[in-house]
RNA sequence: CGGAGCGUAGCUCAGCCUGGCUAGAGCACUUGGUUUGGGACCAAGACGUCGCAGGUUCAAAUCCUGUCGCUCCGACCA
């Protein structure tokens, strides 16, 4: 089921749209004229904003910024984030899951408890209270969800139970950035599941993964389910879904040839074209390594030129760690990447960090650029598997200004452990089916976990089961990042003009715009009664009654993206007719009595 | 945390290098008028502790120091 494939690909088959609930969220919030409401647009944009999504987010009065990665949502801003909300919600309880709201302040014991005072602290805020006492700003529940099952659920019957919640993090973020993208402070959905076995447990993470698939679906998401890294929350494996969009801060490997696509921190290949172990070894090649001067050479790029002339799939790449406080040496070919997260991965610990010059040249003797593991004893040498039998290498010799060339691995090389660490590259081919594979950049907007035990043990959520054992629940987790989603689909939606918004998720489905508004007047008169017909309907309408000129209204209209636009103007209505304008279409002259009809028709089709 | 850049009206920015008179423009805002199918025009007006603190100077938006904030790049490629 879920082995090394994407259960699910959008891009080829799209889930049939569901019975949804365009209509009807006027009951939470009125239509409105907007002289009533705040829609603050900006002809120019703020200096602040880089790419297309927050440009528009501030452009459309959609949000403003507070501070750096803190911001107000304006009303309609509001509107689209409850609309998503919305579908997030009705797609968790048909999936079974349970709505509940835990504190976003949360007791720093709970995460000493789990480890993750420690592992995860550099993304914990932290306040005190009056008592000096410190309270953790929830990053996320995990802790918090554990800790309630632990007291309420004590049996094998009480599961499976699924609960999730829509509510407001924080993170430390290092560098907030993009608008909502990268915030310290946003809205998440997260959902936790709880199951008596791994085999129940599979259960309960497929049934969120096709809920997941729905959910951006119906938001109007183009989302790819990729295999995942699972960081510092730990787990088993994960998927998450990806917004493919330049602008995004994640790398997905994908293959076209199979449903294969994974996070670059993730994939696999069959390898570089050119394999290390299928290289000849010289014909020279004697039976030790040789040292040879070097000059002024520090980097693979260097060697690779004259008049050394070692082509970097030669080179062996020395990189010094500091791993829980001790120093490991990592081997890659020269033409190779180390991928951290696997690396953290393969380690089991995400405490490392590069070693400085300083710690580097008094372990090894020499400075970064001529560094290499031959004959090194001291130092665990963890190798990557690409590495596996070369032949006919060069590395540096630990002294400066020297290399070592004629180096095989298996004879020079005392390697601990043979690991993956190299990062997938663009053409290599794909694992599953041997054609090429492509990368791309994207948006993570969801993230399923397997989590297992890992938490349920430290957090003491046990049961017992049928007969009568005591056993840890196992655990999945599952998250939306809500306000990054609603940025996804601008980014993903959006032209010259501004916000294209899917019917599903626009703040207003359909805007009025009458192009005189003189009270009594005709125009104004028909705009009025077409107006209180789409409310009687339940259509999310609104009315632009300004006193503006056409062409500021029809900017303004397009800036923020309503799908419809229902303008109204003294020449079409002297041949009984008023004009549909559909987001990025064209202009078409409907009669005035079938308006009503036409647009419910619009957006029931879209249902 | 390292590097770079920027803080002047609600927004976008000029002025700073080379110190000097009352600190400017466009947009937005207020009032009046003319306009009225794709971000109008005319006139009048309101809006600024030039991020903050200190220093140099007869004189600081301008030079110096510190500090705070924001944006971008980096924080694997030895």
Redesign the pocket.
């Given at each position: 089921m879920l082995g090394g494939k994407s259960h699910l690909d959008l891009r080829h088959s799209p889930l049939p749209a569901c019975r949804s609930s365009i209509l009807h969220l006027s009951s939470l919030i009125p239509p409105m004229r907007w002289t009533q409401t705040l829609i603050p647009?900006?002809?120019?944009?703020?200096?602040?904003?880089?790419?297309a999504s927050?440009k528009l987010l501030l452009?459309a009065g959609l949000v403003r910024?507070l501070?750096?990665?803190?911001y107000t949502f304006l009303p309609l801003g509001v509107r689209a984030l409850r609309k998503i909300e919305r579908i997030v919600r009705e797609e968790m309880n048909r999936a079974g899951a349970l709505e509940v709201l835990m504190p976003a302040l949360q007791p720093p014991e709970i995460w000493q408890k789990s480890g993750r005072y420690e592992t995860a602290s550099d993304v914990l805020l932290k306040a005190r209270d009056r008592a000096k006492k410190e309270w953790v700003l929830g990053p996320t529940h995990e802790e918090v969800i554990t800790t309630l099952v632990a007291g309420e659920i004590n049996s094998y019957r009480q599961m499976p139970k699924n609960f999730y919640q829509i509510q407001t993090k924080f993170r430390d973020e290092?560098?907030?950035?993009?608008?909502l993208m990268r915030a310290k402070e946003f809205i998440m959905k997260d959902a936790y599941s709880f199951d008596a076995t791994d085999e129940l447990a599979q259960v309960s993470y497929q049934k969120m993964y096709d809920a997941y698939a729905r959910i951006f679906q119906r938001c109007g998401l183009k989302a790819i389910p990729v295999e995942a890294d699972t960081g510092i929350i730990g787990g088993k494996f994960s998927h998450e879904f990806m917004v493919p969009a330049e602008t995004g801060e994640n790398e997905v490997v994908y293959c076209e040839g199979c449903n294969y696509a994974a996070n670059i921190e993730k994939a696999m290949s069959q390898g570089p074209a050119v394999k290390t172990h299928k290289l000849a070894p010289p014909a020279d090649e004697p039976h030790h390594p040789a040292k040879f001067p070097t000059p002024g050479v520090?980097?693979?790029?260097a060697l690779t030129k004259a008049p050394h002339n070692v082509p970097a799939e030669r080179q062996i790449?020395?990189?010094?760690?500091l791993v829980d406080s001790k120093l490991v040496l990592?081997l890659?070919r020269g033409d190779?990447?180390?991928?951290?997260a696997k690396l953290i991965s393969a380690l089991g610990t995400g405490n490392l960090?590069?070693?400085?010059?300083e710690e580097?040249f008094a372990a090894m003797g020499a400075?970064?650029?001529?560094?290499g593991a031959v004959h090194v004893t001291k130092i665990p040498i963890y190798a990557d598997s690409l590495l596996c039998d070369a032949t006919g290498m060069t590395t540096?010799a630990n002294e400066d200004g020297f290399h070592f060339r004629n180096v095989s691995i298996n004879r020079d090389i005392p390697v601990n452990h043979w690991v993956d660490l190299r990062?997938v590259r663009l053409g290599e081919a794909c694992g599953n089916c041997g054609k090429p594979l492509k990368v791309q950049r994207a948006i993570e907007v969801g993230h399923v976990f397997k989590l297992g035990t890992k938490y349920s043990e430290k957090l003491e959520a046990f049961f017992l089961d049928e007969s009568g054992k005591q056993r840890p629940a196992v655990m999945g987790c599952y998250g939306i990042g809500v306000t990054r989603t609603l940025q996804a689909v601008i980014e993903q939606s959006h032209d010259k003009?501004?916000v294209v918004w899917p019917l599903s998720v626009a703040p207003y489905t359909v805007c009025i715009t009458p192009?005189?508004v003189t009270p009594g007047g005709p125009v104004m008169t028909l705009a009025e009664k077409i107006y209180g017909e789409l409310e009687a309907r339940g259509v999310d309408v609104i009315l632009d009654d300004r006193?503006?000129?056409?062409?500021?209204?029809?900017?303004?209209?397009?800036?923020v993206g309503f799908p419809i636009r229902v303008?109204?103007?003294?020449?079409?209505?002297a041949k009984g007719e008023v004009?549909l304008?559909l987001r990025g279409g064209a202009?078409t002259p409907v009669k005035a009595e079938e308006i009503v009809a036409k647009v419910t028709e619009i957006i029931g089709r879209a249902e």
């Amino acid at each position: 089921m879920l082995g090394g494939k994407s259960h699910l690909d959008l891009r080829h088959s799209p889930l049939p749209a569901c019975r949804s609930s365009i209509l009807h969220l006027s009951s939470l919030i009125p239509p409105m004229r907007w002289t009533q409401t705040l829609i603050p647009t900006l002809k120019e944009t703020p200096a602040e904003a880089e790419i297309a999504s927050h440009k528009l987010l501030l452009r459309a009065g959609l949000v403003r910024k507070l501070s750096g990665g803190l911001y107000t949502f304006l009303p309609l801003g509001v509107r689209a984030l409850r609309k998503i909300e919305r579908i997030v919600r009705e797609e968790m309880n048909r999936a079974g899951a349970l709505e509940v709201l835990m504190p976003a302040l949360q007791p720093p014991e709970i995460w000493q408890k789990s480890g993750r005072y420690e592992t995860a602290s550099d993304v914990l805020l932290k306040a005190r209270d009056r008592a000096k006492k410190e309270w953790v700003l929830g990053p996320t529940h995990e802790e918090v969800i554990t800790t309630l099952v632990a007291g309420e659920i004590n049996s094998y019957r009480q599961m499976p139970k699924n609960f999730y919640q829509i509510q407001t993090k924080f993170r430390d973020e290092i560098r907030p950035r993009f608008g909502l993208m990268r915030a310290k402070e946003f809205i998440m959905k997260d959902a936790y599941s709880f199951d008596a076995t791994d085999e129940l447990a599979q259960v309960s993470y497929q049934k969120m993964y096709d809920a997941y698939a729905r959910i951006f679906q119906r938001c109007g998401l183009k989302a790819i389910p990729v295999e995942a890294d699972t960081g510092i929350i730990g787990g088993k494996f994960s998927h998450e879904f990806m917004v493919p969009a330049e602008t995004g801060e994640n790398e997905v490997v994908y293959c076209e040839g199979c449903n294969y696509a994974a996070n670059i921190e993730k994939a696999m290949s069959q390898g570089p074209a050119v394999k290390t172990h299928k290289l000849a070894p010289p014909a020279d090649e004697p039976h030790h390594p040789a040292k040879f001067p070097t000059p002024g050479v520090v980097t693979i790029e260097a060697l690779t030129k004259a008049p050394h002339n070692v082509p970097a799939e030669r080179q062996i790449k020395t990189l010094v760690y500091l791993v829980d406080s001790k120093l490991v040496l990592l081997l890659l070919r020269g033409d190779d990447q180390l991928n951290e997260a696997k690396l953290i991965s393969a380690l089991g610990t995400g405490n490392l960090r590069p070693a400085t010059a300083e710690e580097i040249f008094a372990a090894m003797g020499a400075n970064p650029g001529s560094l290499g593991a031959v004959h090194v004893t001291k130092i665990p040498i963890y190798a990557d598997s690409l590495l596996c039998d070369a032949t006919g290498m060069t590395t540096g010799a630990n002294e400066d200004g020297f290399h070592f060339r004629n180096v095989s691995i298996n004879r020079d090389i005392p390697v601990n452990h043979w690991v993956d660490l190299r990062s997938v590259r663009l053409g290599e081919a794909c694992g599953n089916c041997g054609k090429p594979l492509k990368v791309q950049r994207a948006i993570e907007v969801g993230h399923v976990f397997k989590l297992g035990t890992k938490y349920s043990e430290k957090l003491e959520a046990f049961f017992l089961d049928e007969s009568g054992k005591q056993r840890p629940a196992v655990m999945g987790c599952y998250g939306i990042g809500v306000t990054r989603t609603l940025q996804a689909v601008i980014e993903q939606s959006h032209d010259k003009d501004g916000v294209v918004w899917p019917l599903s998720v626009a703040p207003y489905t359909v805007c009025i715009t009458p192009l005189s508004v003189t009270p009594g007047g005709p125009v104004m008169t028909l705009a009025e009664k077409i107006y209180g017909e789409l409310e009687a309907r339940g259509v999310d309408v609104i009315l632009d009654d300004r006193d503006e000129r056409p062409g500021v209204k029809f900017k303004d209209s397009e800036l923020v993206g309503f799908p419809i636009r229902v303008g109204i103007g003294e020449k079409s209505l002297a041949k009984g007719e008023v004009e549909l304008k559909l987001r990025g279409g064209a202009l078409t002259p409907v009669k005035a009595e079938e308006i009503v009809a036409k647009v419910t028709e619009i957006i029931g089709r879209a249902e």
